[in-house]
């Protein structure tokens, strides 16, 4: 199973940016989706995650500006980064837990980079 990124890229701040995540690969289900991000000398940090059943969860500060979705008949995940900032410049990797009981990712993306600047 491989999770494959594409999106991402250089915008101005305000602007939108879209990222897509989808499953390669034979898989029976699994809990959960989502996106982490890392920027330069920081820890990766979880971004948004959305159950494959369930209500879709944000970390603070992109409450309100980002907006992650699913589509099951697709095996893909989204994230729409509005409203962008400085701030947000990191590399972007989609995740995939298979279980609720997961504490780490079973599966991660490659990894995309997006680059917030004027």
């Known amino acids: 199973v491989q999770l494959v990124e594409s999106g991402g890229g250089l915008v101005q701040p305000g602007g939108s940016l879209g990222l897509s995540c989808t499953i390669s690969?034979?898989?029976?289900?699994?809990?959960?989706m989502g996106w982490y991000r890392q920027a330069p000398g920081k820890e990766r940090d979880l971004v948004a995650w959305i159950p494959s059943v369930g209500s879709a969860n944000y970390t603070d500060s992109v409450k309100g500006r980002f907006t992650i979705s699913i589509d099951l008949h697709k095996d893909t995940v989204y994230l729409q980064m509005d409203r962008l900032k400085p701030e947000d410049t990191a590399v972007y990797y989609c995740f995939l837990n298979l279980h609720i009981s997961s504490t780490v990712p079973d599966f991660w993306g490659q990894g995309t980079q997006v680059t917030v600047s004027s």
């Open positions: 690969g034979n898989l029976f289900g699994f809990y959960a």
